[in-house]
């Protein structure tokens, strides 16, 4: 069978069909092989081009955290210099201004003589009573006054370091602008960032481009337009406040389920310029009439070292007739926003009617609000509301009149600027009679005529023969001597000094030819004793009143006044009737 020419044809069929088999395997594995080395490569290329791209950046960024480094140290040099320098100009500010409110401090007391204000006007015998920024109050020959910084003499501003070529406020901005703290730099982000990254976190932030993604858009703000105006006015619930000084504005509120009228303190109660005696009308703006309260509250929260705060503010509970509608107080907690649109509603220029002033917030204070609604005298009181609601943020309290010098020059800050304090922020309030109001005024208006009558007293003269005194007519500023004594003798003090001069020209009076000197003294002593006497009473009785912090916030200036009149009273009769 091994021999049969047919086995072995079957054989090399067999062998050549199973090489044929191998060798087209063979072939598709090497193949398959070439493909997968050509693979390998490309990829090898392309780790061997990223670790090139890493080792560029890491070089890249070793060589900006040297320069960094070497920068920061300069920084570092520049920032302590800087600092040694900003010491010495706090230093060498500090120093100007304790001296500047040193000279100011020390002042007080001072003669200077006669001087002529820039103005042209003459003040003889001056005397300082007090200096601050905004000029110098004094006493002088035709009374007691405050002359601002503008018009007093060159050498005074100088002096006391006062008026637009004033050094201290330029010190100051001077110094704040070279302290403001400078644009953010990058450098300082940037270095802190290099110097505490990873190097494994550096490299891992490398851009891989096959996953980068085109950012997305930022958000933009949008602001809804304020509401139409209109729905905040109420006829019914605006009021016109009438006194025998003056006229003002209100509103009604209800606030914790009672109904008041709101207003300003000195609506109702006046200023020293002119206390109020009584008020004369309260009505709406609808025209229904209010009788006077028989029960009052002023605010009793106040802050002595904020003017024009909350202090001002008075109300009284008065009842709603059917139909008619309140304000609502904003909140305690409430937020108010810059440029957020308000009205101001009151009786401008006490023209009997209310108008109604649009504008918006400028500024947030703890207490008060700045508006740019135009409100003028006459306002006063009237309620400041959010524009689309009967929500009252603020009670137009005063204006400013703006400060003019070369800091301001050009800017809103030269023209005058308003203000309201935030009737909800008041805490705590003094109940009290309407009449014991007024009472607790006219006390402090008798009290200042009285000081009148005794500025008048210290310009009386010894009769040319000692017999008494004789009362002249010249005038003195704008009153005339006889005629202040005369009027003022209706007062508790006026009324001492008429008396008591009277009974020393009755003594005196019925003598013939010139009196000896040891016998009138006597006589003038006692007078100056016993007016003192009644002066000083007074002085100690205002000095422990207990008022409503309105009220007693004018209290140390009448006293002030008093105190150094009184001195010069007394001074009159140490020397000129010795």
């Keep these: ?19 044929g088999y191998y060798y087209n395997d063979y072939t598709t594995k090497l193949k398959a092989a070439e493909l997968s080395v050509q693979e390998s490569a490309t990829k090898l290329s392309s780790l061997r081009s990223l670790i090139a791209q890493k080792k560029e950046f890491l070089q890249q960024n070793r060589e900006d955290t040297e320069k960094n480094q070497i920068l920061l140290r300069a920084k570092d040099i520049l920032h302590k210099r800087l600092e ?26 001072k003669e200077l003589g006669d001087i002529t204000l820039t103005s042209g006007k003459l003040l ?38 006062l008026g637009v070529s004033a050094l201290v406020p330029k010190l100051l ?45 930022s958000n933009v703000a949008r602001t809804t337009p304020a509401p139409v105006a209109g729905a905040s006015f109420d006829a019914s619930c605006l009021i016109i406040i009438k006194t025998d000084h003056d006229s003002g504005s209100g509103f009604i509120a209800q606030v914790d389920g009672k109904t008041y009228v709101y207003t300003n303190a000195h609506v109702i109660c006046g200023t020293p310029e002119g206390f109020t005696s009584k008020i004369e009308s309260i009505k709406t703006a609808s025209g229904r009439n209010i009788p006077t309260p028989y029960e009052i509250e002023l605010s009793n929260t106040y802050d002595p070292n904020s003017s024009h705060g909350l202090e001002d503010v008075a109300r009284f509970q008065v009842t709603l007739k059917d139909g008619e509608t309140a304000y609502a107080l904003a909140e305690t907690d409430f937020s108010i926003s810059i440029n957020q649109r308000v009205t101001a509603y009151g009786n401008s220029l006490a023209g009997d009617a209310v108008t109604s002033l649009d504008g918006a917030v400028l500024g947030l204070g703890k207490d008060r609000i700045e508006v740019s609604c135009e409100i003028v005298p006459g ?23 703006g400060k003019r010098d070369i800091w301001t020059r050009g800017t809103v800050f030269e023209k005058v600027r308003r203000f309201a304090v935030r009737p909800e922020k008041v805490t705590q309030w003094r109940k009290m009679q309407y009449t014991s109001l007024m009472s607790s005024l006219a006390e402090l208006k008798a009290f200042d005529r009285d000081t009148l009558t005794l500025s008048a007293a210290c310009y009386l003269d010894p009769k040319p023969n000692r017999g ?35 009974r020393v020209n009755q003594r005196l009076g019925a003598g013939k030819g010139t ?64």
């Excluded at 003195?476 to 009277?502: C, E, H, K, M, P």
């Design 468 to 502: 008494g005194f004789d009362i002249p007519s010249r005038p003195r500023g704008d009153y005339v001597i006889r005629q202040v004594i005369v009027d003022g003798s209706r007062f508790t003090l006026g009324a001492a000094i008429s008396s008591g001069i009277a």
């Design 1 to 19: 069978m091994l021999t049969s020419p047919k086995f072995w044809l079957f054989v090399l069929i067999v062998g050549g069909l199973g090489g």
């Design 515 to 578: 009196m000896a000197i040891t016998q009138v003294v006597p006589v003038f002593a006692e007078f100056f004793a016993s007016v003192a006497q009644v002066s000083s009473s007074q002085i100690s009785m205002l000095s422990n009143a207990d008022r409503a912090p309105f009220v007693k916030q004018f209290i140390p200036e009448l006293l002030e006044i008093r105190k150094t009149i009184h001195a010069n009273f007394l001074n009159e009769g140490a020397t000129r009737y010795r």
């Design 379 to 401: 306002n006063s009181g009237g309620p400041i509301v959010l524009t689309d609601t009967k929500q009252v943020i603020g009670i137009s309290t005063y204006l400013d009149a």
């Design 84 to 109: 040694k320098i900003n010491t010495d100009l706090n230093k060498g500010a500090d120093s100007f201004k304790t001296a500047v409110e040193q000279a100011r401090s020390t002042a007080a007391g």
């Design 173 to 217: 901005a001077a110094l704040a602008a070279f302290q403001a703290p400078s644009p953010s730099g990058m450098l300082t982000e940037k270095s802190a960032d290099v110097q505490t990254r990873d190097p494994k976190e550096v490299t891992s932030k490398l851009p891989d481009m096959t996953t980068a993604q085109i950012p997305a858009a």
């Design 124 to 161: 003889r015998g001056t005397k300082i009573r007090k200096v601050d920024e905004s000029g110098i109050s004094v006493m002088y020959a035709d009374g007691v006054g405050n002359v601002v910084a503008e018009l007093m003499p060159e050498n005074l501003q100088e002096k006391y370091d």
